[in-house]
């Protein structure tokens, strides 16, 4: 038979009680983790706020009164002076868990008196560094002088603050901590961004990847992995610049490769631009058709700085109706380069085999707004999702002039699921009036979202007999 031990109350107990209750600041909380003394300061704050100058700390800082069972009478302890400059004591000096409780009360005029017992107490240095970013200047100028004697002072402390220094540095005022901290550490500067860029914090991570920097501290395969792989799109930018920056002309070390089949278009419109420093102008031809508009219009810059005419090389790709596997970047490009002809070799591009390449054609129509209403509505019937997709948007300006009977049997079942959603929403663009005669007979449909419209259309009213909308 098992036997359950009792637990004690006071380990049921948050830590700012613990510490009333006396408990050494070891007992009370996890002194290792940062969290843990930003916790405290954030609850123990929150607690004595809400008594609003009534709470437990008055019990240590004032003449607090208790009933029989030990536990504070709240309604007759006397309330906190909000006018009064200075603190007293229960007792004198205070101890330890009562100093550490005071470091964090709402009242700024305590924080500061709680300081001037700190200094010979290496277990409260975390919560000195608390006050190195508070919100009040006095209390604020008073705790960085005492960090600063303390970090000068003999047994060596920074290591040890480090962590906690870190997770303050997200605080507003907590970046001098973390310097006066990362100063006086001691720490190999290697070590020290290593153990930085390692951070669960995102804002550590560009320090340590700042810190890196600065030093020369990161070779260029470190450069490229973190360009292409880190989980912070700043690092990543970061490091990007860095490399970028040691492309040297002729680019013998090929440092340009990895970053111009990166995932991020930004990063690949950046090292396409690198090509003309590095003397390989001539490959920004093989990013014309990038997927990505950016990138394709730094490929047409540096083939211009190259003096070669990127239209020529769009007009070579888009040669032909038929051209075996074009990119659908390459319409997109014709289309942005604003090349005279461009409509004329787009329009054969729409009757494509290959679906991507007839919505890309289509689209790039559209933004040279070379697409007649007649050619969209035939495209409306194409097999491809992507090419009715595009279709919709283009034709959305103009439905109220297409054929209400045309535009009623896009929704009619039967009809691939692609063309009645695309439908719906021409439908929805059209009158209420012909939504809710349409939808009446489709409030059951197999496809969920049209019967969901045309269970919304049977309740919406009508506007006003004579209103515009």
Do not use: N
């Amino acid at each position: 038979m098992r036997h359950l031990i009792p637990l004690s109350p006071a380990l049921l107990l948050p830590p700012q009680d613990r510490l009333l209750l006396g408990k050494p600041l070891a007992t009370a909380l996890d002194t290792a983790d940062p969290e843990a003394w930003t916790a405290l300061d954030r609850r123990t704050r929150s607690a004595t706020a809400l008594r609003h100058g009534a709470g437990p700390l008055e019990e240590l800082v004032r003449e607090g009164r208790r009933d029989g069972s030990g536990s504070v009478d709240w309604a007759a302890a006397p309330r906190w002076d909000e006018e009064a400059e200075d603190v007293t004591w229960s007792r004198f000096p205070p101890s330890e868990p009562e100093t550490a409780v005071v470091l964090c009360h709402h009242r700024w005029q305590a924080r500061e008196a709680a300081l001037a017992f700190t200094p010979g107490r290496p277990d409260l240095l975390p919560l000195v560094l608390v006050r190195c970013a508070d919100s009040h200047p006095e209390v604020r100028e008073r705790a960085r002088r005492m960090l600063a004697t303390a970090l000068d002072g003999p047994g060596a402390p920074a290591r040890g603050l480090l962590p906690t220094a870190l997770r303050l540095s997200l605080r507003p005022h907590g970046t001098w901590a973390l310097e006066r901290v990362l100063g006086a550490a001691d720490l190999p500067p290697a070590a020290l961004a290593v153990a930085l860029r390692a951070s669960p914090l995102p804002a550590v991570r560009l320090l340590g990847v700042r810190l890196s920097l600065e030093r020369g501290l990161l070779t260029p395969g470190t450069l490229t992995e973190l360009a292409l792989t880190a989980r912070d799109r700043t690092v990543r930018h970061l490091c990007t610049g860095a490399l970028l920056g040691r492309v040297a002309p002729g680019d013998p070390e090929r440092l340009l490769d990895p970053l111009l089949g990166a995932s991020s278009a930004v990063t690949r419109s950046s090292a396409v631009t690198a090509l003309h420093r590095a003397g390989r102008g001539p490959e920004a031809a093989a990013h014309l058709a990038d997927p990505s508009a950016v990138v394709r219009s730094a490929a047409r810059l540096v083939l211009r700085l190259d003096g070669e005419d990127p239209v020529a090389r769009y007009r070579a790709l888009c040669a032909g109706a038929a051209v075996p596997g074009l990119p659908p970047g390459a319409p997109f490009g014709l289309a942005e380069s604003g090349a005279p002809d461009a409509p004329a070799l787009l329009r054969p591009l729409a009757a494509h085999p290959e679906g991507r390449v007839r919505a890309a054609a289509l689209a790039s129509l559209r933004m040279l707004d070379a697409v007649p209403p007649d050619e969209l509505m035939a495209a409306m019937e194409d097999p491809h999702p992507p090419v009715v997709r595009t279709a919709t948007k283009a034709l959305v300006p103009y439905v109220l002039l297409v054929p209400e009977e045309w535009l009623v049997s896009l929704v009619a079942p039967g009809r691939p699921r692609h063309v009645r959603r695309s439908g719906l929403r021409l439908l929805c663009a059209h009158s209420l009036a012909l939504r809710k005669r349409v939808l009446a007979a489709l409030e059951d449909d197999e496809d969920p979202e049209v019967a969901h419209e045309a269970q919304r259309a049977r309740y919406e009213p009508l506007p006003p007999a004579g209103s515009t909308s």
